[in-house]
């Protein structure tokens, strides 16, 4: 992506940051002259992610660890902070998903996906505070449609990503003082994404690409976009704000969409 912002000397951090949407905001970034620090569980890839992100010639760090673990999570953005100094921009992408019915679902399975996006924002946003530059840090929440629109086979989902929104209008009242804006961005579909190959056959994403309003799936970029706007001082009024950025699609409201096999509305 051309870069229309100069991040030149901000340090930004992403966490869920090595592959997919969040892997995309990271390079965005980079690209557009921030130091980045990615963190996740799987070395190998935060070790590619790592590589990907270092080609295009900026600083980068990549850090395994997992967003259940708060002690963790700490050291880590630690260490970001003693590298880099002050954390700009800190995008919360962590997550994990898969399509099951409330009555197939066990207890362990929706705490697992609570655990991951919801417990895993908090010890993200709540260890990042001291390490955020203060006033001026943009924190970026990364969440879904399941949190407004209730889809069959992800109620999981659906409570973790509500809760995470919850999560940022809570801290955009309580750290506005600081300085802190916290927003989160509401992805519809994207093309190209685990987390969409997971919930939807390549026919319900056919069926959904025609839905959209916009007629098409969203893209990386269309994502990464969104972010480096809510970094820039161009949004340095919004707080508080969930954003859609998803062609339309949310107007279609509550459904799953990928059960939609046929592709009709
Ligand atoms: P993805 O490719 O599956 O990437 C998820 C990332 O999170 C990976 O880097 C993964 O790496 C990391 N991760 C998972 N569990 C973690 C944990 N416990 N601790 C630390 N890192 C963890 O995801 P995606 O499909 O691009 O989605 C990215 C974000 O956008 C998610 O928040 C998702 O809910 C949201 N979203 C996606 C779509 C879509 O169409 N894809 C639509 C709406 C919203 P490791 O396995 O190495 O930990």
Known sequence: MKPRYDFSGQTVFVSGGTSGIN?????????????????????????????????HGGAV?????????????????????????????????????FL??????????????????LMGTF???????????????????????????????????CAAKAGVDQVMRVLAMEWGADGIRVNSIVPGPVEGTTGLAKLASDQARAGMARRVPLGRLGRVQDIAAMALFLGSPDASYITGALIPVDGGISLLGARNHALDEEGAT
């Open 100 to 117: 099951a019915r409330a009555l197939d679902l066990s207890p362990k399975g929706f705490k697992a996906v609570v655990d991951i996006d």
């Open 123 to 157: 010890h993200v946003l709540r260890a990042a505070h001291p390490f955020l530059r203060q006033p001026g840090a943009s924190i970026i929440n990364i969440s879904a449609p399941q949190s407004y629109n209730p889809a069959p086979m992800q109620v999981h989902a």
């Open 61 to 97: 760090m990549g850090l395994t660890g997992d967003v259940r673990e708060p002690e963790r999570v700490q050291q880590v953005l630690a260490e970001v902070h003693a590298a880099w100094g002050a954390i700009d921009v800190l995008v919360s992408g962590a997550a994990g998903n």
């Open 23 to 55: 892997l995309g905001i990271a390079e965005a970034f980079v690209q557009a002259g921030a130091r980045v620090a990615v963190m996740s569980r799987n070395p190998e890839r935060v070790a590619a992610a790592q590589a990907q992100l270092a080609r």
